[in-house]
């Protein structure tokens, strides 16, 4: 086979496993695919490192170990086909040319002098992790920023066309497609997202490859097992003509074709300049015996001071995770007592006594909120695969430790009570699989009930929509006065689905609502003869 393949070879498998993950981000379904984007899940580096240590070590977590070996026989092959970020930068170099004049499409070598800043990021990205704070990972890795984009940008977009062809189809009576629904994400999250993609725009357009070189800890992590890989691109002296072909297509801008020099340790095996060489004057070759690329990228001692400077300050970040969770207490408390005094001077009615401070509801199978903020890399797939999409994004409801991590929001929906979904995608062990009948046990929140804030007490009017719609009867209604019912609840019943929040009609707070458990418990099993109800499905009557 021809070397010049290899590229062709190389973009083939990478657009293939975009695509996969791309529609299991989407929500499209296509068998082939969604089992192809399923499988590459396993070989995301950070997500399968965080279900390594979350699952206690299975040998279904092993993925990032198979990336190793890969990494230090081929190079970065991760960065060039497997990470669907990467792929989506390929694209925005591609969609650049076309904006640029000619003699601006070319890349020329640059000298490593980054090398600081890549480690110290890395560096502070590991410390952050080590003290029990995902925020860099979550804000860094090219795994979870491609979920972001997909779900916070893309999805969008993708359903707003979708419903637009829909629509159209329909006036010509056709009718082989539905209309999906749109839920809006809080501005917060979207706005991140756009300055994500910015950045990537930016970077790509002036630099091609210059995220996965200077910011992404995945590279910096790989680059460290890439200086000196078994099989590599190296210039071939009696073949090359110093053409300058293969530099001027280098998106990783790694190749110094005057002084026949490759920073391996930066090169992502796009085979760009294999292609491009008239001469077979760069080739990949086994090679073992190379001296690996030392030019003046080595880590001084005053460079070294300073990554020993950067780890002592950024060890400190539990600390800072304390201080946060003792702010958003503070808050709270402050919150509460405004609360009180405007309640002092309000006349009560339906809806009109605000919901006290409550904790996030972390997604069913998550055990423990430590657990899910120790695990969550925030991709947000489970946002994507949720089928009532209860399962929001949040920006701080976890405070540093679980910087937009996903929460429940049962003012726009509910759990579904069958409904194992979210347990089936998560690739990072943050949320383990359970079985429905596990499910139904999982307690990840109570109910609570203000009397005073009910319809019932408040305008003597019948309602009973919070007990009709509970799964586990934790809700029922009982004798009150004069023929009306009001809801009563059983704690020790309730999963904390979320159903009679969203149902309950008072305005501006819910007179009944559910608050997170910090440790997922399990609720107390239903009889035969309590239910569940029968006629329990995924839709309300309003």
């Known amino acids: 086979m021809k070397q010049r393949n290899l590229k062709h070879i190389r973009i083939a498998v990478s657009l293939l496993i975009f695509v996969a993950l791309l529609f299991l981000f989407l929500g499209i379904e296509f068998r082939p695919l969604e089992a192809l984007g399923n499988f590459m899940l396993r070989f995301q580096f950070f997500p399968s490192i965080l279900h390594f240590f979350a699952l206690f070590f299975t040998v279904a977590s092993l993925g990032f170990l198979l990336i190793i070996l890969i990494t230090i026989l081929f190079g970065r092959v991760y960065c060039s086909s497997i990470c669907p970020l990467g792929t989506f930068q390929d694209i925005l170099i591609a969609a650049s040319r076309l904006l640029k004049k000619k003699k601006h499409r070319r890349f020329h070598f640059v000298s490593n002098r980054k090398m600081i800043l890549r480690y110290s990021i890395f560096a502070a990205t590991i410390i952050f992790w080590i003290g029990g704070s995902l925020f860099l990972v979550n804000l860094l890795d090219p795994y979870s920023n491609f979920g972001k984009l997909s779900v916070s940008l893309f999805q969008p977009a993708y359903i707003w066309l979708h419903n637009v062809i829909t629509f159209s189809l329909e006036s010509f009576d056709i009718f082989i497609l539905s209309p999906k629904s749109l ?25 091609g490859r210059l995220f996965c070189n200077t910011i992404c800890p995945v590279g910096s992590a790989l680059s460290l097992l890439s200086f000196k890989p078994l099989f590599r691109i190296t210039f ?76 002592a300050a950024t060890a400190s970040i539990p600390l800072f995770g304390k201080y946060a969770a003792a702010q958003q207490r503070r808050g709270e408390q402050l919150r509460r007592q405004q609360q009180e005094t405007a309640g002092q001077r309000t006349v009560h009615g339906a809806g009109s006594i605000p919901i006290d401070s409550r904790l996030p509801v972390t997604p069913p199978g998550s055990l423990s909120h430590e657990h899910f903020t120790g695990s969550c890399i925030a991709c947000y797939l489970c946002v994507s695969a949720c089928p009532t999409k209860v399962i929001v994004p949040s920006f701080y409801a976890y405070g540093l430790e679980g910087f937009m991590q996903p929460t429940l929001d049962f003012e726009r929906s509910f759990c579904n009570y069958d409904c194992v979904k979210c347990t089936e995608v998560c690739p990072t062990g943050a949320i383990t699989k359970q079985t429905r009948e596990e499910k139904h046990r999982i307690q990840i929140g109570v109910v609570r009930f203000l009397v005073e804030s009910c319809v019932v007490t408040a305008d003597n009017t019948d309602c009973g929509a919070c007990s009709e719609h509970c799964p586990t009867k934790a809700v029922q209604m009982v004798p009150y006065k004069d023929g009306l019912f009001i809801p009563e609840i059983t704690p020790s019943l309730c999963v904390g689905c979320g159903a009679c929040e969203f149902a309950c009609p008072t305005e501006p707070y819910r007179a009944i609502y559910v608050t997170g458990r910090a440790v997922h418990r399990t609720a107390r099993p239903i009889s035969q003869d309590e239910g569940p109800r029968e006629d329990d499905t995924d839709d309300f009557p309003f």
């Open 183 to 207: 839920h809006a994400l809080p501005w917060d999250v979207v706005l991140i997202s756009m300055m994500i993609l910015l950045t990537l725009l930016l970077m790509t357009f002036l630099r």
């Open 236 to 311: 071939t002296d009696e073949a090359c003509t110093f053409c300058k072909r293969c530099e001027f297509v280098c998106k990783a801008e790694c190749l110094d074709s005057k002084n026949n020099v490759i920073d391996h340790s930066r090169c992502i095996s796009c085979f760009n300049c294999l292609q491009s060489c008239p001469n077979s004057g760069i080739r990949y070759v086994f090679n073992p015996s190379e001296e690996r690329f030392t030019a003046e990228e080595g880590i001084k001692p005053g460079k070294r001071q300073f990554l020993l400077n950067l780890a």
